[in-house]
């Protein structure tokens, strides 16, 4: 399988491109993805389809810059614990998507819920919730 690359029209090295092209921001975006491994995720997400019948991919913005190129992290989901809650009208349109981690001997279960601009964070040991707290 080869991973997916954005394609560029000339230079094949985007230092030497103006900056004002689309050479050079798509060459800068095959190195980010380079960088974050993407084809090694895209492998993992075709993977997780084929087995569970449904993968998920998130892009989050990046906590710590140090020497990376890219601003943001990419991310596969494991598909056992992570849902998407969707609208209940015609349009079912995502509403939020949910991971969490759930510890058999201690009964507790962390929630992290991501919306469109917000993400959420919850706990419950056995039956009782302690709420979501929204994090920065």
Request: charged fraction near 30%; hydrophobic fraction near 35%; charge should be negative.
């Amino acid at each position: 399988a080869n991973p997916i690359v954005m394609v560029q029209r000339a230079r094949d090295d985007w230092n030497k491109a103006d900056p004002k092209q689309d050479d050079k921001r798509i060459g800068i975006l095959n190195e980010m993805f380079f960088e974050q491994e993407k084809p090694s995720k895209d492998l993992q997400l075709a993977q997780d389809f084929k087995t569970v019948g449904v993968g998920y991919m998130m892009v989050l913005p990046k906590k710590y810059q140090g020497d990376d190129l890219a601003p943001f992290d990419i991310l596969v989901l494991n598909p056992m614990n992570t849902f998407i809650i969707r609208s209940n009208d015609a349009y079912r349109r995502k509403l939020a998507a949910v991971t969490f981690n759930a510890n058999l001997t201690t009964e507790t279960r962390e929630y992290t819920v991501y919306t469109e601009d917000r993400i959420f964070v919850g706990k419950s040991i056995g039956d009782e919730y302690s709420g979501f707290a929204e994090t920065p």
